[in-house]
């Protein structure tokens, strides 16, 4: 059993002003979030060349600073625009896992696992009803993924030792995920 907690503080100043308006008033937006961090992990080796791995932990996703600045931005790959909003708070993600692993030589494993996230206030990308076609950013209430995943790594030497470096790696990941996103008033106030 390995277990822990990390303690973040952080704090983050956005200041928008317009270059264009001469004594304009700059709007300020500011985030000061302390976060305890758990994460534990155990690992059970149940049989010889078996064992089984479960594990916590909690993770946090900040806004950067033009997801919390209230000006526009053009981008010039997705060729869209993008308006800050200034409510914007950090999400908090839950993690576990577990998994069973097969170590049939010390290098090669096949292994077979699950893993839950669930996420508070999730940062999402919303369209935000307008004249023109802009996205802006929304804290959702809560977010899940739910995943299955098989692991595979196997040395060639069983064909002939010449090929004793040359292994095969896969990976097959099945992910589900669902947000519920907030219902917003449309301009006229009708949802």
Do not use: C
Not at 31 to 36: E, P, Q
Not at 53 to 78: C, H, I, K
Request: charged share 25%; glycine share 4%; no cysteine.
């Amino acid at each position: 059993l390995m277990a822990g907690a990390r303690v973040e503080h952080a704090t983050i100043d956005v200041e928008t002003f317009d270059p264009f308006t001469a004594n304009a008033t700059p709007q300020v937006v500011g985030l000061d979030n302390t976060d305890v961090l758990p994460a534990a992990t155990l690992t059970w080796r149940f049989v010889e060349d078996w064992q089984a791995r479960a594990g916590y932990s909690r993770t946090l996703n900040r806004p950067d600073l033009r997801e919390l600045s209230p000006s526009r931005f053009f981008d010039v790959e997705s060729n869209v625009t993008y308006e800050g909003t200034t409510t914007l708070e950090r999400a908090l993600i839950d993690n576990f896992d577990a998994r069973v692993e097969y170590y049939y030589t010390a290098d090669e494993v096949f292994s077979i696992g699950g893993f839950y996230k669930s996420f508070q206030d999730p940062i999402e990308v919303l369209l935000r009803p307008a004249a023109e076609t802009i996205f802006t950013w929304t804290n959702s209430d809560e977010a899940y993924s739910l995943g299955l995943e098989i692991e595979g790594r196997k040395r060639f030497d069983f064909i002939t030792q010449a090929l004793e470096n040359l292994y095969l790696a896969a990976n097959l990941t099945l992910i589900t995920s669902e947000v519920q996103v907030q219902k917003r008033p449309n301009a006229d106030g009708s949802e």
